[in-house]
Nanobody
Framework: EVQLVESGGGSVQPGESLKLYCSVS????????MMWYRQTPGAKRELVAT?????????QYAEFVNGRFFISRDNAKNMVHLEMYRLRLDDTAIYYC????????WGPGTQVTVSS
């Protein structure tokens, strides 16, 4: 059974940073592309970043990231990370990791709150 567990969220002020973690179990992690999504109340989940399987060489980001976030993976630990810098008020959301080939597998997410 695929399990995803996100952590690392918190409450920060605008301009500060956070690093999110996603622990994955139940699959051959290193083989798969990984994604980070986020969701605010009443809105659909939106894609934040994608990293390719294997060495993670290919990375893609949503336009709103604008060079502020960086996705990475640690295949030895079955983890994917999202480093977020220069956080803005509109980055407030619940952040989820996902595996595209398992579209129904979602973890509980981790709350990121940016407020002044």
């Amino acid at each position: 059974e695929v399990q995803l567990v996100e952590s690392g969220g918190g409450s920060v002020q605008p301009g500060e940073s956070l690093k999110l973690y996603c622990s994955v179990s139940g699959v051959s992690f290193s083989s798969y592309d990984m994604m980070w999504y986020r969701q605010t109340p009443g809105a659909k989940r939106e894609l934040v970043a994608t990293i390719s399987g294997g060495d993670g060489r290919k990375k893609q980001y949503a336009e709103f990231v604008n060079g502020r976030f960086f996705i990475s993976r640690d295949n030895a630990k079955n983890m994917v990370h999202l480093e977020m810098y220069r956080l803005r008020l509109d980055d407030t959301a619940i952040y989820y990791c996902a595996i595209p080939v398992y579209p129904d597998a979602w973890g509980p997410g981790t709350q990121v709150t940016v407020s002044s």
